[in-house]
């Protein structure tokens, strides 16, 4: 077992996955957390093939008492954490007058409330730590352009994202220097789930990409482990954009 222990919500597939891997390989114990049972399993296999202690919890982030539980039992397990990648999100396709309030409130849930949960559970145990912790929160390219051109992706989400990185200047202010809090803003990242709207457009998209390709969770995880282990860092309170440079929104 490493010394180093990160927590990655939505990580069982996708940017989480990733993400996972990637810390695996820079020396992190690993807690995956996410609602997708088999997805979990099979990611945490992957995983332990590294050689990486992994413990895996099927949990909605947005359950504050839950995200309380699984910290406890997860500092008792592993000693510490010392990472936290606020990743798990959903994106909400809706427009203004076609979207409930129901669903407003589980699309701020998921992407915004999520990151309270989980940074309020975690902080205290970082705290104790000899050197803090670090926190990186994801938030998205539509945080900054506005959700407004994919069917995937619409002004709730993007208010979401927007929070994300209020919430992560306000918390590097409030907990630095021991803990450091980043964002992220990834521009279209192509997963394994099948997206049908990068599927049937991924042309037309990739011709506003001046890189000329959509991004890959790799591409992601570069960034995200770079933020959790670099030495000396003087960088908090930060959102970085990862999108090739995506000039047409
Ligand atoms: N893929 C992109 O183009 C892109 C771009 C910008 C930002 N993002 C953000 O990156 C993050 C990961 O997205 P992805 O593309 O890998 O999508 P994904 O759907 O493949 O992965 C998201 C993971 O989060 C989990 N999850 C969702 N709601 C949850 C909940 N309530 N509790 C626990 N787990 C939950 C899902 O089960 C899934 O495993 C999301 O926050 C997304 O908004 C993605």
Not at 50 to 55: D, P, Q, Y
Not at 77 to 105: C, T, V, Y
Not at 149 to 163: D, E, M, Q, R
Request: glycine share 8%.
């Amino acid at each position: 077992m490493s010394q180093r222990t990160a927590i990655v919500t939505g990580g069982a597939r996708g940017i989480g996955r990733g993400c996972a891997h990637d810390l695996a390989k820079a020396g992190f114990n690993l807690v995956l957390v996410d609602l997708l049972e088999d997805n979990l399993a099979a990611t945490a296999t992957e995983i332990r093939q590294l050689g990486t202690a992994v413990s895996t919890y099927v949990a909605d982030v947005s359950d504050h008492t839950l995200a309380q539980t699984i910290v406890a039992e997860v500092t008792e397990h592993f000693g510490q954490i010392n990472f936290l990648f606020n990743n798990a999100g959903r994106a909400m396709p809706k427009g203004l007058l076609e979207i409930s309030e129901a669903e407003w409130d589980s699309t701020i849930d998921i992407n915004l409330k999520s990151c309270f949960n989980w940074c309020r559970a975690v902080v205290p145990f970082m705290l104790e730590n000899e050197n803090g912790g670090r926190i990186v929160n994801m938030s998205s390219i539509n945080a900054l352009s506005g959700g407004v051109t994919s069917a995937v992706s619409k002004f709730c989400y993007a208010a979401a994202k927007a929070g994300i990185l209020g919430l992560t200047r306000s918390l590097a202010k409030e907990l630095g220097p021991s803990i450091f809090v980043n964002a992220i803003c990834p521009g279209l990242i192509k997963t394994e789930r099948p997206n049908a709207v990068i599927r049937a457009r991924e042309d037309e998209l990739v011709s506003g990409i001046v890189l000329n390709r959509v991004g890959t969770p790799s591409d992601v995880a570069q960034l995200v482990t770079f933020l959790a282990t670099t030495e000396p860092c003087f960088i908090t309170g930060q959102h970085f954009i990862i999108d090739g440079f995506q000039w047409k929104l």
